[in-house]
C-alpha cells in the first residue's frame, strides 16, 4: 500500500465527489481511493460505473456527517486496512435550497462545519503519519464575505424596502455556514502548521451539481461541468498549489475571504 497515494474523500458517490475520484483514475501513479457515501448502494453503483481502474483501487464507506458513531464505524474500517492516509477530502456537504428558518441553519451548520469537524478530527492520527500530508476543505465562492459586502454586486443588490424580502441567490444557510467552514479550515492550517500537514479550502466555481437540487437551473445560470471541479482537486493533491495553502482557492486565483 506504501506506493500509492492513500485517499479518504467523503460524499463522492455523486458531484464534485464523483468528480474528483474520475479525475484521479486518470493518473500516471497509483491511488488507493476510499470513497464515502451516506448510502452503501449508491457509494457501490458510483464504484461500478467507472469500470476497470487499473493501477489505482477504489474501496466503499458509509458516511453520514449527521451521526458521529457513523463517523467512527468509518475511520475503524479504514485505520484497519491501512496505517495511514495522505489526503483527507472533506467534500460532502449540504445546501439547502429554501428560506433561511432555523431548521436550514441547524441543518446546513451540522452538515458543513460540524459534521466536518468531526470526521477531520477522527482522521487526524491517520493523516499526520503521512510523509505528505493534505487536507482539503470543499467551500463556495459564496462564502466571501468582502464580495458580500461589496455595495455594486449583482448578487447581493439591496432589495426594496419592506417585508419579507425576495429570496437571494443562495440563501444564507448555505453562504454563512461555509463562510465558517473558511475560519476552521484556517485553525486547522495554525493547528497542523509542525505537523507538515496542508491544508486549503476549495471554492471551485459554479458547477452543475445535485447539491441544492437542481443541476438544470443551475446551468441556466452558466454552471460548468462538474469535471472541472474534480480536476482542480486533483491539482491541489498533486501539488499545483502547494504555494496558497491555508487560504481559500479558486481554480484561477486566490479567493477574497
Not at 449527521?66 to 474500517?77: F, G, M, Q, T
Not at 460532502?92 to 470526521?119: E, F, H, K, M, W
Amino acid at each position: 500500500m506504501s506506493e500509492k497515494t492513500i485517499v479518504v474523500i467523503t460524499g463522492a458517490n455523486t458531484g464534485i465527489g464523483y468528480e474528483a475520484v474520475k479525475a484521479f483514475l486518470t493518473a500516471s501513479q497509483p491511488y488507493h481511493i476510499f470513497v464515502g457515501g451516506r448510502s452503501p448502494e449508491k457509494v457501490e453503483s458510483a464504484i461500478k460505473s467507472f469500470g476497470d481502474t487499473g493501477i489505482h483501487t477504489l474501496v466503499p464507506f458509509q458516511l453520514d456527517l449527521l451521526s458521529d458513531d457513523s463517523i467512527a464505524a468509518a475511520y475503524a474500517k479504514i485505520s484497519a486496512e491501512v496505517d495511514h492516509i495522505d489526503v483527507l477530502i472533506n467534500n460532502a456537504g449540504s445546501a439547502s435550497n429554501t428560506p433561511t428558518t432555523r431548521a436550514t441553519l441547524i441543518q446546513d451548520y451540522n452538515v458543513n462545519v460540524a459534521g466536518t469537524y468531526v470526521v477531520t478530527d477522527t482522521f487526524l492520527p491517520l493523516l499526520i503519519k503521512s510523509s505528505n500530508p493534505r487536507l482539503l476543505f470543499l467551500t463556495s465562492g459564496l462564502s466571501s464575505q468582502e464580495e458580500a459586502g461589496q455595495k455594486d454586486s449583482p448578487r447581493y443588490h439591496n432589495p426594496p424596502a419592506g417585508w419579507p424580502k425576495p429570496p437571494a441567490p443562495a440563501f444564507l444557510s448555505y453562504r454563512a455556514s461555509k463562510t465558517a467552514l473558511n475560519m476552521m479550515m484556517i485553525d486547522f492550517d495554525r493547528l497542523l502548521k509542525n505537523d507538515g500537514v496542508k491544508v486549503w479550502c476549495i471554492s471551485p466555481g459554479l458547477l452543475a451539481t445535485n447539491l441544492g437540487g437542481n443541476p438544470e437551473a443551475l446551468k441556466k445560470m452558466g454552471a460548468e461541468d462538474p469535471y472541472l471541479g474534480g480536476v482542480f482537486i486533483k491539482g491541489v493533491v498533486e501539488g499545483a498549489r502547494d504555494s496558497d495553502t491555508g487560504k481559500v482557492i479558486r481554480r484561477h486565483e486566490v479567493q477574497l475571504w
